[in-house]
């Protein structure tokens, strides 16, 4: 498949004539999902959801299907009846071609007094891809291309370092990372390539790759 970092948490894999977008929030770029066949949505907050780019593809192509968590498809689904799907953990369905299975339920603690939300993760073709949202799961399943959180308020590098040891990836490509400035990208690039124990990647946004 072919694997194209958006901006922040946004990716869009390509597969057989058919494309899937993951988490076209505000960060990302206006047309984030525009010829998405199928849009997955990892849970509420801005960065990840962004209900104008979610109905900009939605409107511009009318075969195209949401599926995401409780607290997202009840803010879309009047728009678009009978083509949001809401999903939770342990369940599997079919998108744009795509075998998927739904990892986790709650988004990592920012903060004690914040409230958790609920927030899942997408497993794509049997371990392909994994792509997290805002939580570091480790889903039951190995994993071969781990889109990898690494720059976030709820998280620190010992943490995500950590997480590729955990799931044990064939490479991790960073998402996750709009707040990362360009100064210190060296430095994660360096100790997470070093202490991970896997190929650490990381694409500029529009910049392609082959998995």
Not at 44 to 60: C, I, S, W
Not at 179 to 186: M, N, V
């Amino acid at each position: 498949m072919k694997f194209t970092k958006k901006t922040h948490a946004c990716v869009r894999l390509e597969k057989e004539g058919q494309t899937l977008v993951i988490d076209p929030g505000g960060f990302s770029e206006e047309d984030a999902a525009l010829g998405a066949d199928a849009v997955l949505v990892t849970h509420e907050h801005p960065d990840h959801f962004d209900e104008a780019r979610l109905r900009a593809g939605m409107e511009a192509r009318p075969g195209a299907q949401i599926w995401t968590l409780k607290a997202v498809a009840e803010k879309i689904s009047a728009a678009f009846p009978g083509r949001v799907h809401t999903v939770g953990h342990g369940d599997t369905f079919t998108a744009a071609g795509f075998d998927v299975q739904v990892h986790g339920e709650l988004h990592a603690v920012i903060h004690p007094d914040i409230p958790r939300i609920t927030n899942v993760g997408y497993l794509i073709d049997g371990g392909a891809v994994f792509h997290p949202g805002d939580a570091l799961t480790v889903p039951d399943h190995p994993v071969e291309t781990l889109m990898l959180p690494v720059m976030a308020p709820w998280n620190k590098i010992s943490e995500v370092i950590e997480y590729v040891r955990e799931v044990k990836p064939r490479r991790a490509y960073d998402i996750h990372d709009a707040l990362l400035t360009d100064l210190a990208r060296p430095i994660y690039d360096n100790q997470i390539g070093a202490l991970g124990g896997t190929e650490h990647l990381r694409l500029t946004p529009g910049a392609s790759a082959r998995l």
